[in-house]
T-cell receptor, first 114, second 110 residues
């Protein structure tokens, strides 16, 4: 079955540690995205990638980093520089770059800093 | 602040119609979307409407667009318990960005 998979579903991190969230898709999509969701707020774009080996900062990129070495993979690293990392993180992909293209979402990773 | 605004909560009786409202700010938006999020899950695209349309109907879902007032609504007919979820309105601002509202939590009561 085609889809987009995020792992792990739950993640706990100690303050000062970096942590990497996995996102894999087998939909052959060019574009991939990372969003952050906080209670009572809409989704905010962290990073996006139009195509393999390319990525751009979104609205709240500070304290995060990404890579796009393979078409199917777009991991997100939450660094110790991110001041308030506890949130629900959603990865998405779309078949191509452009308006109107449907974005498919993963099931999300809930990150808690302890 | 949010470019897309929605009321945060809606309670509806099973079998009744639900109407979720949304206002957006970018008059150049060409696509507007409704996504559904069930607890602990990702977002699922329910439907979308192109800005040159006034209405779109898909089974129990009806989307109305008032471009002059920048107002979008989603009507769910015969609301069921499985419709309990958070519903997000989103607008397509440019080639890549979807701007989401804060989401409306719909609770269906028996």
């Amino acid at each position: 079955d085609g889809g987009i998979t995020q792992s792990p579903k739950y993640l706990f991190r100690k303050e000062g540690q970096n942590v990497t969230l996995s996102c894999e898709q087998n939909l052959n999509h060019d574009a991939m995205y990372w969003y952050r969701q906080d209670p009572g707020q809409g989704l905010r774009l962290i990073y996006y990638s139009q195509i393999v080996n390319d990525f751009q900062k979104g609205d709240i990129a500070e304290g995060y980093s990404v890579s796009r070495e393979k078409k199917e993979s777009f991991p997100l690293t939450v660094t110790s520089a991110q001041k308030n990392p506890t949130a629900f993180y959603l990865c998405a992909s779309s078949i191509q770059w452009g308006r109107g293209t449907e974005a498919f979402f993963g099931q999300g990773t809930r990150l808690t800093v302890v | 602040g949010e470019d897309v605004e929605q009321s945060l909560f809606l309670s509806v009786r099973e079998g009744d119609s639900s109407v979720i409202n949304c206002t957006y700010t970018d008059s150049s938006s060409t696509y507007l979307y409704w996504y559904k999020q069930e607890p602990g899950a990702g977002l699922q695209l329910l439907t979308y409407i192109f800005s040159n349309m006034d209405m779109k109907q898909d089974q129990r879902l009806t989307v109305l667009l008032n471009k002059k007032d920048k107002h979008l609504s989603l009507r769910i007919a015969d609301t069921q318990t499985g419709d309990s979820a958070i519903y997000f309105c989103a607008e397509s601002l440019n080639d890549y960005k979807l701007s989401f509202g804060a989401g409306t939590t719909v609770t269906v009561r028996a």
